[in-house]
Every structure is written in structure tokens, then in C-alpha cells.
């Protein structure tokens, strides 16, 4: 498995911006797929946005056209550009990996997963 590290979260009024940063280390040769998921409270865990070794990237439908996701793979780090922030933002974000080359936004799919980071966007 692959150990994941978040950072970059905090509180931001709405229609700002924040950009989430994801350390990876372990095994992160290979194809895979690497991913931000949110968990609101009493809310499930959601996909966010994903990307492939490729660079083929994947969004969900509430944050297409503000959130972008990009990696540095000489610094084995993944990001979440985060504009236009809304209220309904606000969550613990995480970032997740796996070797499954089929990237997609299923939670089920991904074996490793980071701490979290909170985002907290105020109206």
C-alpha cells in the first residue's frame, strides 16, 4: 500500500479558493489511480475528482469548472485546486490511491487512504 499525507485544508468564505496538496510515499511505481473523496458530517464519503497515471482526469458533476486535480510525479505529489469555493464545500477531504488502472470516482476501488483535511467554507 501506498501512504498518503494531506494538507492544505482550512476555513475560506465562499467564492475563494484553496489548494489541497497529497504526499505520497511507499509503492507509487506503476499504473494507478489516485483520487480526492469529501465526507460531509452525516453525509457519506464522495468522489471528487481522480486521475491515472496517464493524467486522465475524472470529475464529479458539483465541481466541474471550479476544482481541478493535477500530480508532480518527481514529487510524488498530488493536488487539489479548489475555486469558486461554495457553503456545501465544506467537508474533511481526503485523498486516496490504488493500483487498479480503471481510474473512476468508486469509493470501493481505492485501498489506501490519507487522514484528512478540513475544509471549511463560510457564507
Known amino acids: 500500500q501506498v501512504q498518503l499525507v494531506e494538507s492544505g485544508g482550512g476555513s475560506v468564505q465562499a467564492g475563494g479558493s484553496l489548494r489541497l496538496s497529497c504526499a505520497a510515499s511507499g509503492h507509487t511505481g506503476g499504473s494507478y489511480c489516485m483520487g480526492w473523496f469529501r465526507q460531509a458530517p452525516g453525509k457519506e464519503r464522495e468522489g471528487v475528482a481522480a486521475?491515472?497515471?496517464?493524467?486522465?482526469?475524472t470529475y464529479a458533476d458539483s465541481v466541474k469548472g471550479r476544482f481541478t486535480i493535477s500530480q508532480d510525479n518527481g514529487k510524488n505529489t498530488l493536488y487539489l485546486q479548489m475555486n469558486s469555493l461554495k457553503p456545501e464545500d465544506t467537508a474533511m477531504y481526503y485523498c486516496?490511491?490504488?493500483?487498479?488502472?480503471?481510474?473512476?470516482?468508486?469509493?470501493?476501488?481505492?485501498?489506501?487512504w490519507g487522514q484528512g483535511t478540513q475544509v471549511a467554507v463560510s457564507s
Open positions: 486516496a490511491a490504488t493500483t487498479n488502472p480503471f481510474c473512476s470516482l468508486a469509493r470501493g476501488m481505492f485501498d489506501s
Open positions: 486521475i491515472d497515471s496517464d493524467g486522465v482526469t
